[in-house]
């Protein structure tokens, strides 16, 4: 029996999984110690909450965020589809590094604010919301990361943060022409270009920021087996929703995951989360192979995975670009532990839809070609924007369809029936 | 009404003469009806098989996806190279496929 799971898709049970959890690992007062060093630092791109709070806090950091989000949602009657589901555990993952209740609230009114003033529905600005938070350190950096005077920093913070919200609504669904729809983290190329205008006036007033990297491997079994926990939950769940049967999975392993695909369309739900968990388990296979440790981001990173699982990324769009970061990593003796590394492998995922669509060589290649780029992207935006992989995809995006239309010859069209090449 | 409303139309109108051409389609006939509570596009693909009309049956999945809508609406026919035709579903109520005098007509209804 097809059970139906468009009202929750299991987020909120997974977040108050969070929250027992966070229970657990700390008292209520070192919690509460610790929100308050997560609401007030500046965290940008790369701030560990784990580091920085501790295990507990960032437990509880991801779970108040999710179901506040998830509230949002369900207030403005939105089923969870495939976009609201990523949407949903990014915001999950990114809470483990950057997004929190304080910096994310700001940048999501400013796309209510967009909706309120365009008089459209909130739930057609959902999608964008949700991702939205990608680009909250925008505030915190302004309010606690420029050493201002707190009257100046906290006002203009959030002036600037709602700015960037309603400004975002408008950016996102525009930028999407320019990887034609081969990035997945779309929202992370229209939120990177916001950060690059205001990471260029933080640098031309003030000279004190710096973005600085703090990570934290102690939790590695912790984090190894939560998520392990969520992927098989996933997968089992999804499974007996799809009347115990995998035969309509061919359905999503045949797309090539380009934006926008969702993949619980059809009431597909069942076997989309099935496809979320198995997605996730490729990639935490594949960092254990690879000995890498598992920290905030890292997390953060697969959350992530598991969310885009009902939205365009699946198992066999996701291993070419994948492999083709592990190869360049090889090739020239990088550590896979180093967590520019260890992101670029997770998120090169983003650029799953070039291999669906043009085949496992090119896919392959792409990976390649997302190392180097993503290598260098984080000095022009200053870790303003959390999204800094899915920012550098769409520049990998476009360079490799570009090559691959270039290539096309216009005698060889995408034909789906070989009998109708030209009309009679 | 949404953002954008006629820009959307217009996209429809390009992916389906992507999606058409593309698949060897070159003699197409479209009507656009605008009012203030629905817009109806009827395109009129001449000259083909009964086949085609369960080919577009099979490949658009009607279903209005609000939250989708404004997100991914730029991307219509602006890919020529994709196979897939994933979009239209998603930003109309309504299709209706009538075959008659070796015509493929398919009409989308959008309400506002």
């Known amino acids: ?54 295990l507990g806090p960032t437990l509880l950091n991801s779970s108040i965020l999710v179901l506040f989000s998830y509230a949002i949602v369900r207030m403005t009657k939105t089923p969870i589809s495939g976009p609201v589901f990523a949407g949903l555990m990014t915001i999950l993952g990114f809470s483990f590094f950057g997004k929190n209740l304080l910096n994310s609230s700001i940048i999501f009114f400013g796309v209510f604010l967009y909706a ?54 408008e950016l996102a669904p525009h930028v999407i022409k320019f990887h034609n729809g081969y990035d997945l983290y779309n929202v992370g190329f229209a939120g990177g270009i916001l950060a ?14 710096h973005f600085s990297i703090l990570v934290n491997d102690t939790y590695h079994y912790q984090l190894l087996i939560i998520s392990l926990f969520i992927v098989l939950v996933l997968m089992i769940v999804g499974f007996i929703a799809n009347g115990k ?20 369309r059809k009431n597909r739900e069942g076997i989309a989360l099935f496809n979320s968990g198995l997605t996730g388990l490729i990639v935490i296979t594949t960092l254990l192979v690879l000995g890498i440790k598992f920290t905030a981001p890292a997390f953060g990173g697969i959350m992530t995975v598991i969310g885009f699982g009902c ?29 520019s590394i260890t992101l670029a492998i997770i998120f090169s995922t983003a650029l799953a839809p070039i291999s669906g669509e043009y085949g496992i060589v090119v896919g392959l290649l792409t990976g390649m070609l997302h190392l180097p780029i993503v290598s260098n992207i984080s000095n022009i935006h200053g870790g303003i924007i959390l999204y800094s992989n899915g920012f550098a995809a769409a520049f990998t995006a476009v360079v490799v369809h570009m090559i691959m239309v270039a290539l096309e010859r216009s005698d060889k069209p995408w034909q789906f029936m070989k009998s109708k090449k030209t009309s009679k | 009404m949404a953002v954008h409303e006629i820009e959307k139309n217009i996209k429809i109108i390009d992916e389906m003469t992507m999606y058409l051409f593309n698949k060897g389609f070159h003699k197409l006939g479209f009507e656009l009806d605008y009012t203030s509570k629905k817009t109806v596009i009827t395109i009129t ?35 020529s190279g994709s196979r897939e035709i994933m979009c239209v579903g998603m930003l109309v109520d309504d299709m209706q496929l009538i075959y008659k005098d070796s015509n493929t007509i398919v009409t989308f209804i959008r309400n506002h």
């Open chain 1, 1 to 54: 029996m097809n059970i139906k799971l468009k009202q929750t898709m299991l987020v909120p049970y997974i977040a108050i999984l969070l929250m027992i959890l966070a229970f657990v690992f700390s008292t209520p007062m070192d919690l509460l110690v610790g929100l308050k060093e997560i609401y007030f630092s500046k965290s940008n791109l790369l701030t560990d909450y784990i580091q920085l709070a501790g």
């Open chain 1, 116 to 169: 309120i003033y365009k008089k459209i529905s909130l739930r057609s600005v959902i999608v964008v919301l949700l991702f939205s938070s990608g680009l909250a350190p925008i505030s915190s950096v302004i309010m606690f990361g420029l050493e201002l005077s707190l009257w100046i920093s906290i006002p203009l913070g959030i002036i600037v943060g709602i700015f960037s919200g309603f400004i975002l609504m």
């Open chain 1, 196 to 209: 690059i205008v205001a990471y260029s006036f933080i640098k031309l007033t003030n000279s004190t920021y």
């Open chain 1, 245 to 264: 049967t995998l035969d309509n999975y061919k359905h999503i392993l045949k797309k090539s995951g380009r934006s926008v695909t969702d993949f619980t």
């Open chain 1, 311 to 339: 939205f365009g990324k699946h198992p066999k769009n996701i291993i070419p670009p994948l492999l083709g970061v592990i190869l360049v990593v090889l090739i020239f003796g990088l550590d896979f532990n180093d967590i």
């Open chain 2, 45 to 79: 693909v001449k000259n083909t098989e009964k086949e085609l009309v369960e080919v577009i049956k099979n490949e658009i999945f009607i279903e209005r996806d609000q939250e989708l809508e404004d997100y991914g609406w730029e991307l219509l026919g602006e890919c």
